[in-house]
């Protein structure tokens, strides 16, 4: 939604297929960049104490009303092309989330009419990433949060497919602008579209894909772009025994937002974890991946943990300020670092995954820091500066390379 001219160009879209008889609902986001805009209002007049001191429920009043804008429009753009169409805001729609301002979690819709609106032929226009509290406060499901907005809306209305029309067509087997080589997916199973999410695939929020999940609602990605005319394939993201042919690994994903902190020398003894990771809790701080190694003898360990750039900051302060009741020696954070996946259903049932990984990055001298794996993905932590190294590497190796 850049501009009025891409609002026409939606607008056609959405013509085109009422014209096929299809019932529609339209979930949209803000325009370009008025989102970003939107947040440094709220910042300029709150200050740094944004989103921790309680102003959180106006920064949510100021970055939802972009979406507000861009269902009008969408709505009046509709209706010049003659059609049946209104605009639905999170407070109209009744969909409630928790209070957690700014990275709001649905919790479900109440009677609000949506339904039997479509169902009537009217093309609801719903303004996405924006909810209402039980206490009828506007909350914002965080950023990306319109393509949670849009699982949402389709899983309440049993709708067939959820389609996400967006700037890229499709999801592809790694950032094509790191390897030109990257493959469009045809088919991507919702575990892997979501291991891809969290660890870096920047298609979907991550929300929208578990949504899409437990109410297997297939999802697929578009491009916004083509004529409405135009074959526009996408990706498929549906369940496991919807795709035939099974990749060993579908896609490489990688972040640079990760930081590496290191706890050198704490105490070997019961309960020191807990503490450590409970202090962290209490701040929010998300930790990804945890390595614990003995060291010096066995009464001293070495704690390390992942987590974003940002978080590494508080982690250090939270822990820092109980380095003599936690007993460890020294903390060290370490921000030049990247995390670098493979992910592929495949890996449940084939061997030797793992070692073709770690042997196509040591054939391109790359040290593999810290190692973390699930049953669908393996992920390395290394030297930042060798990501994009990585990623092609792996990319090859694993034969996902366009011919
Ligand atoms: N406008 C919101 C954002 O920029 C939500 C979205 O675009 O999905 O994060
Ligand atoms: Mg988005």
């Keep these: 939604m850049a501009d009025l001219e891409r609002i026409a160009h939606v607008a056609d879209l959405v013509a085109a297929r009422a014209a096929k008889g299809e019932h529609l609902a339209v979930v949209v986001s803000a325009m370009a960049g008025e989102t970003n805009k939107l947040v440094g209002y709220a910042r300029g007049a709150a200050g740094e104490a944004l989103i921790s001191d309680g102003f959180d429920d106006e920064y949510d009043v100021v970055v939802s009303s972009g979406e507000q804008v861009t269902a009008g429009l969408l709505a009046l753009a509709l209706r010049r092309r003659g059609l049946k169409a209104r605009s639905w805001l999170g407070w109209q729609l009744e ?46 499901l965080g950023r990306g949060g319109s393509d949670t907005s849009a699982v949402a809306v389709a899983a309440a209305l049993n709708a067939d497919c959820c389609d996400i029309y967006t700037d890229v067509d499709g999801v592809y087997t790694t950032d094509p602008r790191i390897v030109s080589k990257a493959r469009r997916i045809e088919r991507i199973s919702y575990e892997e579209m979501l291991e891809m999410a969290s660890l870096g695939a920047k298609v979907l929020q991550t929300r929208s894909v578990e949504l899409a999940m437990n109410h297997n609602v297939p999802v697929r990605v578009l491009s916004s772009f083509l004529p409405p005319d135009a074959p526009n394939p996408g990706t498929l993201v549906c369940s496991e025994d919807e795709i035939l042919e099974k990749q060993v690994v579908s896609g490489v994903a990688y972040s640079r937002d990760e930081a590496k902190v290191t706890l050198f020398g704490v105490a070997d003894r019961p309960g020191v974890s807990a503490r450590i990771f409970s202090l962290l ?16 003898g066995d009464k001293q360990a070495n704690m390390v943990f992942t987590c974003t750039d940002r978080d590494s900051q508080i982690a250090r302060e939270a822990l820092s300020a109980h380095q003599k009741e936690i007993e460890f020696e020294r903390l060290e954070v370490n921000r030049d670092v990247a995390k670098v996946s493979i992910i592929g259903v495949g890996m449940k049932s084939h061997t030797g995954v793992a070692e073709t990984m770690f042997r196509a990055l040591y054939e391109k001298g790359i040290n593999i820091d810290v190692i973390s794996t699930s049953e669908i993905k393996i992920s390395v932590l290394i030297e930042a500066a060798y990501t994009e190294l990585a990623v092609r590497a792996l990319h090859t190796a694993f034969d996902l390379d366009a011919a």
């Design 95 to 140: 969909l409630r989330t928790n209070p957690s301002h700014g990275r709001a979690r649905i919790l479900g819709f109440e009677e609000s009419g949506l339904p039997e609106a479509v169902d009537s032929g009217e093309i609801a226009v719903v303004a996405g990433f924006q909810g209402v509290t039980e206490d009828r406060r506007i909350s914002t």
């Design 281 to 296: 809790a209490a701040k929010g701080v998300n930790v990804d991946m945890i390595v614990q190694a003995n060291a010096r």
